[in-house]
């Protein structure tokens, strides 16, 4: 059984236009996602998803430099770039995740896959749900029917947003949920606003040095030493691209 993951990149983010490689300890940020999901037991490869934009060859350049798989596709059929590059590089389950996210947890991922797996689901989450930070989101599909999802009718939030059909059809797939032990949902580790930029940063110029394969707990815990931090870009709200795209289609 093969699994893949594919990173979701772009540099054109509507909030924070270049996010994936601002520059953190002298790194793309980028890079410490990529790191972190080199740990994951349960991944065979890794390639980084990214669109045929001319804004996107500096990803596309980090990549090989990095000798990092990538594959690039459309920019807002976001779907059709996921089932394209699943032509190059062929597997059983993809595991979905967002270039935003460079604290994610490798044993966090593993523990959804294998939920995914052992349960025999179509698709599997750990954030629809919320108990995890924002930042730690996790998906898991079945490769067969993710490349089955463009033969459906589909709204342009279904083509953006990959799995957004599915998770609205609960009565008509199996779904599995990763839930944490504690409510932790709160915490706030993505990067869509420049607040989120700053405490990312400072969480990794504190832990990273002293222990590079910090987990989300260790990340926890250190704001919690530094609620000044963590209230930082507490204001955001959980999902504003999607509902942002959905109001769109609402207007149009």
């Known amino acids: 059984m093969k699994v893949n993951a594919f990173v979701q990149a772009r540099m054109s983010s509507r909030r924070l236009p270049g996010k994936v490689l601002k520059p953190i300890l002298n790194r793309p940020m980028l890079s410490f996602l990529i790191e972190r999901l080199r740990k994951c037991e349960l991944i065979n490869n890794i390639i980084v998803v990214t669109s045929d934009e001319p804004s996107d060859q500096d990803i596309v350049n980090f990549c090989h430099q990095q000798n990092i798989a990538v594959f690039r596709g459309s920019l807002n059929n976001v779907l059709n770039r996921f089932t394209s590059a699943l032509t190059n590089y062929p597997c059983d389950h993809i595991v979905r995740i967002t270039a935003d996210c460079p604290l994610i947890d490798p044993e966090v991922i593993d523990q959804v896959i294998q939920l995914h797996i052992n349960g025999n689901y179509d698709y599997t989450n750990n954030c629809d749900t919320p108990s995890f930070p924002h930042g730690l989101d996790t998906e898991v599909i079945r490769a067969d029917l993710l490349k089955s999802l463009e033969h459906h009718e589909l709204k342009p939030s279904d083509r953006e947003h990959v799995t957004l059909y599915v998770r609205n059809r609960r009565e008509q797939f199996k779904l599995g949920i990763l839930k944490n032990s504690s409510d932790?949902?709160?915490?706030?580790?993505?990067?869509?606003?420049?607040?989120?930029?700053?405490?990312i940063t400072t969480i990794l110029e504190s832990l990273y040095i002293s222990k590079p394969d910090f987990s989300y707990l260790d990340v926890v815990q250190f704001l919690e030493e530094n609620k000044e931090l963590k209230f930082l870009n507490a204001k955001y709200k959980r999902n504003e691209g999607l509902m942002f795209s959905l109001e769109q289609e609402k207007q149009s």
């Open 184 to 199: 932790l949902s709160d915490y706030r580790l993505t990067v869509d606003e420049i607040e989120d930029l700053t405490v």
